[in-house]
Each structure stands twice: as structure tokens, then as C-alpha cells.
């Protein structure tokens, strides 16, 4: 059982940074895409951004195109989200997940528990 651990989400003013970490404890997280979804009690779980295994390709939603970027690190087994511009639309819990690039929930094997960003107005 793979397990995906997300960290570094919080409190942020609007305008402001945050950056979340996904490691993992699988062996062949090196040759799987990844990718991180967003929710809120109101809404489904929504696509934010998705890399290739290689890390050279990347893919945003229209929301976050800009603003977010995702990336990976091979050595460290871990894919990153760096949020910047932040707005208070973008609180969520967000999840990281593993097993492709989709922009669909369904398409990913694997999920972490989620953290918390808040931004406050």
C-alpha cells in the first residue's frame, strides 16, 4: 500500500505564498505521474495540476494557470506545489495523488489525507 503524506499548508493572507510537499513511500513513485486536487465541504474535488513522471510535463486548471507550480524532485521521492498570489478562493484541503496526469479524480490509484490551506482576506 503506497502512502502519500502531504504537508506544509496553513494560514495565508491573501497575496501571499504557500508551498506543499507530497512524499511518498512507494518504490516506483520515480516513474508515476502525479498529481494535486483541491476541496471544499461545498464543492467536488477539483483538479489543480498534474506532472509527467519525468517532470517535464506539467498541466494547470484555468484557476490556478500563473499562479501554481508544480514540480518534482526524483531524489527526495516527493512532487511539490508552490502557490503564490494566493486568493481567498483557493482554501481547500488539498490532496495529493498518484497514477496519472487526468484532470479526473478517478484516474489516480493512490491519494494522501490532505492539508489545510486557508487564505484570509
Known amino acids: 500500500q503506497v502512502q502519500l503524506a502531504e504537508s506544509g499548508g496553513g494560514l495565508v493572507q491573501a497575496g501571499g505564498s504557500l508551498r506543499l510537499s507530497c512524499t511518498s513511500s512507494g518504490q516506483f513513485f520515480n516513474s508515476l505521474p502525479m498529481g494535486w486536487f483541491r476541496q471544499t465541504p461545498e464543492k467536488e474535488r477539483e483538479f489543480v495540476a498534474s506532472?509527467?513522471?519525468?517532470?517535464?510535463?506539467?498541466y494547470y486548471s484555468d484557476s490556478v494557470k500563473g499562479r501554481f507550480t508544480i514540480s518534482r524532485d526524483m531524489a527526495q521521492r516527493a512532487v511539490f506545489l508552490q502557490m503564490n498570489s494566493l486568493k481567498p478562493d483557493d482554501t481547500a484541503v488539498y490532496y495529493c495523488?498518484?497514477?496519472?496526469?487526468?484532470?479526473?479524480?478517478?484516474?489516480?490509484?493512490?491519494w494522501g489525507q490532505g492539508t489545510q490551506v486557508t487564505v484570509s482576506s
Open positions: 506532472i509527467d513522471w519525468s517532470g517535464k510535463s506539467t
Open positions: 495523488a498518484q497514477g496519472s496526469v487526468a484532470t479526473t479524480s478517478q484516474s489516480y490509484s493512490d
